[in-house]
């Protein structure tokens, strides 16, 4: 338990770092934005104790948001996409699989996986440029900033995992 | 209150993530200018509909004083109306005119002015008392009348005292009528019951009237002057014999109502009468030799 705490308090500071120094200055296109630090739900494992996932989410959320100035926008999208997680991952569990399972390319397979990642990733875009954006007055600009932040996202994502798979 | 330690700790996560969800819903309000403002005139309006929500119901609670108000004014209102109509029948109403017209037919008589301070209704033989007496020159046998027509006749005289015998005395009021404008006379007698009817009998056969004609006093009598109301033909019946009509008459003196009444004390009535009855004697004299 400690061991994990102190790996996902590791997870934390990387990804709050990466996001604050590279990726939160990247605006691709004007629209795209990686949202790379949602990862860290989407890694959160099966039967991982659901208060301390949204402890862990929402902290990494407002960490973020202190650093972009937005604040309450990634919290409360990182909070509610950290409540669903356990709940969606349970749907792609194998049979006879192990209590703790990571959701990952190698344990649960590409398809499974991208089933499971990619709606989330979609979520926590919609809900982030909803919550920031708080119109849909610019409507197209919102659809633009969504998909284009998500697909930029679950790229970084996918890059991992394919690079996590290989090792 | 272990179920509910155990249902707390179950869905604990839940709760928790109630509490940061509104964390981080109160920092994105309140900390970013935009959703501030966008929160601020969202709110304003969602308040200002609140508040009209609320207005209309306080327009509900405060119907009770409007109400009682309006009650206060429409009673103000209706006592105006009747003291506007008042004014106005005296200037034009027809049943006024009539009154005036029947005391101006009265005036040329001597007569007394009394008020009632007995009357009653229900019997079959009811009486009445007014408030003058020997002492105003009255009595018995004089004619009572009031504005509206015919009321009865003295019966005992007192000093500051007269009991009259009104229409509404089955047993002892007979008064001589006659149909306005025709001649045809008859007797006007009443049978207790309805004090707002009576009859006029003895009407002959070959009598040519309408119903709604008027019913007034002939002045055969040495009673009345002719020409005071009695009333208006309602039903026309044939009298038991057959040989007579019967009228129900709608009397015009509303004796449920009756206060100022004048007594007809002219002695040129009863000097008429005389001269018929001694002119009568005579007759028979002369008959009789």
Same mark, same amino acid.
């Given at each position: 338990?400690?061991?994990?705490?102190?790996?996902?308090?590791?997870?934390?500071?990387?990804?709050?770092?990466?996001?604050?120094?590279?990726?939160?200055?990247?605006?691709?296109?004007?629209?795209?934005?990686?949202?790379?630090?949602?990862?860290?739900?989407?890694?959160?494992?099966?039967?991982?104790?659901?208060?301390?996932?949204?402890?862990?989410?929402?902290?990494?959320?407002?960490?973020?948001?202190?650093?972009?100035?937005?604040?309450?926008?990634?919290?409360?999208?990182?909070?509610?996409?950290?409540?669903?997680?356990?709940?969606?991952?349970?749907?792609?569990?194998?049979?006879?699989?192990?209590?703790?399972?990571?959701?990952?390319?190698?344990?649960?397979?590409?398809?499974?996986?991208?089933?499971?990642?990619?709606?989330?990733?979609?979520?926590?875009?919609?809900?982030?440029?909803?919550?920031?954006?708080?119109?849909?007055?610019?409507?197209?600009?919102?659809?633009?900033?969504?998909?284009?932040?998500?697909?930029?996202?679950?790229?970084?994502?996918?890059?991992?995992?394919?690079?996590?798979?290989?090792? | 209150?272990?179920?509910?330690?155990?249902?707390?700790?179950?869905?604990?996560?839940?709760?928790?993530?109630?509490?940061?969800?509104?964390?981080?819903?109160?920092?994105?309000?309140?900390?970013?200018?935009?959703?501030?403002?966008?929160?601020?005139?969202?709110?304003?309006?969602?308040?200002?509909?609140?508040?009209?929500?609320?207005?209309?119901?306080?327009?509900?609670?405060?119907?009770?004083?409007?109400?009682?108000?309006?009650?206060?004014?429409?009673?103000?209102?209706?006592?105006?109306?009747?003291?506007?109509?008042?004014?106005?029948?005296?200037?034009?109403?027809?049943?006024?005119?009539?009154?005036?017209?029947?005391?101006?037919?009265?005036?040329?008589?001597?007569?007394?002015?009394?008020?009632?301070?007995?009357?009653?209704?229900?019997?079959?033989?009811?009486?009445?008392?007014?408030?003058?007496?020997?002492?105003?020159?009255?009595?018995?046998?004089? !004619?009572?009348?009031?504005?509206?027509?015919?009321?009865?006749?003295?019966?005992?005289?007192?000093?500051?005292?007269?009991?009259?015998?009104?229409?509404?005395?089955?047993?002892?009021?007979?008064?001589?009528?006659?149909?306005? !404008?025709?001649?045809?006379?008859?007797?006007?007698?009443?049978?207790?019951?309805?004090?707002?009817?009576?009859?006029?009998?003895?009407?002959?056969?070959?009598?040519?009237?309408?119903? !709604?004609?008027?019913?007034? *006093?002939? !002045?055969?009598?040495?009673?009345?002057?002719?020409?005071?109301?009695?009333?208006?033909?309602?039903?026309?019946?044939?009298?038991?014999?057959?040989?007579?009509?019967?009228?129900?008459?709608?009397?015009? *003196?509303?004796?449920?109502?009756?206060?100022?009444?004048?007594?007809?004390?002219?002695?040129?009535?009863?000097?008429?009468?005389?001269?018929?009855?001694?002119?009568?004697?005579?007759?028979?004299?002369?008959?009789?030799?």
């Amino acid at each position: 338990m400690t061991a994990d705490t102190l790996k996902r308090a590791a997870l934390f500071c990387a990804f709050l770092l990466a996001q604050v120094v590279v990726l939160g200055r990247i605006h691709l296109l004007h629209y795209a934005t990686p949202l790379f630090y949602v990862y860290f739900v989407v890694l959160l494992p099966r039967n991982y104790p659901k208060w301390a996932g949204l402890l862990w989410s929402f902290a990494l959320g407002l960490a973020v948001d202190t650093f972009a100035n937005t604040p309450g926008v990634a919290a409360a999208s990182m909070t509610l996409l950290a409540a669903l997680q356990p709940y969606y991952f349970e749907l792609f569990v194998p049979r006879d699989s192990v209590d703790d399972l990571r959701p990952s390319l190698a344990t649960i397979g590409a398809v499974k996986y991208s089933y499971y990642a990619v709606p989330l990733v979609l979520l926590y875009c919609l809900l982030f440029y909803t919550l920031e954006l708080l119109t849909f007055f610019n409507w197209l600009q919102w659809l633009f900033s969504v998909v284009g932040s998500a697909v930029v996202t679950l790229l970084l994502i996918f890059s991992f995992e394919i690079a996590k798979s290989q090792r | 209150m272990h179920n509910l330690l155990e249902f707390l700790q179950r869905h604990f996560h839940w709760l928790l993530f109630v509490i940061l969800e509104a964390v981080s819903v109160a920092l994105l309000f309140r900390y970013n200018t935009y959703q501030h403002s966008v929160w601020l005139s969202t709110a304003n309006t969602a308040i200002g509909h609140v508040s009209a929500w609320r207005a209309e119901v306080e327009k509900y609670f405060s119907l009770a004083s409007a109400n009682r108000q309006l009650t206060r004014r429409n009673y103000y209102l209706e006592r105006q109306l009747a003291q506007l109509r008042r004014l106005y029948q005296e200037e034009h109403d027809t049943i006024g005119t009539r009154e005036q017209r029947q005391l101006d037919s009265l005036r040329r008589y001597q007569f007394v002015e009394a008020k009632v301070v007995a009357n009653e209704l229900h019997r079959a033989n009811n009486l009445m008392t007014i408030d003058k007496g020997r002492a105003d020159g009255i009595a018995e046998g004089m !004619g009572v009348a009031c504005g509206m027509g015919v009321v009865g006749v003295t019966y005992l005289v007192a000093d500051h005292y007269t009991i009259v015998i009104p229409v509404l005395n089955s047993q002892l009021s007979r008064i001589s009528c006659a149909i306005r !404008g025709h001649g045809y006379f008859g007797v006007l007698r009443w049978y207790g019951g309805d004090a707002g009817h009576a009859y006029v009998e003895d009407i002959p056969r070959h009598a040519r009237f309408k119903r !709604g004609e008027w019913v007034e *006093t002939n !002045g055969y009598s040495s009673i009345f002057p002719p020409g005071v109301l009695v009333g208006r033909i309602v039903e026309v019946y044939n009298s038991r014999d057959g040989l007579s009509y019967k009228l129900k008459v709608r009397l015009s *003196t509303d004796f449920g109502n009756l206060r100022d009444v004048v007594v007809i004390t002219d002695k040129s009535i009863e000097e008429r009468m005389r001269l018929m009855q001694s002119a009568r004697d005579s007759l028979k004299l002369n008959v009789n030799e």
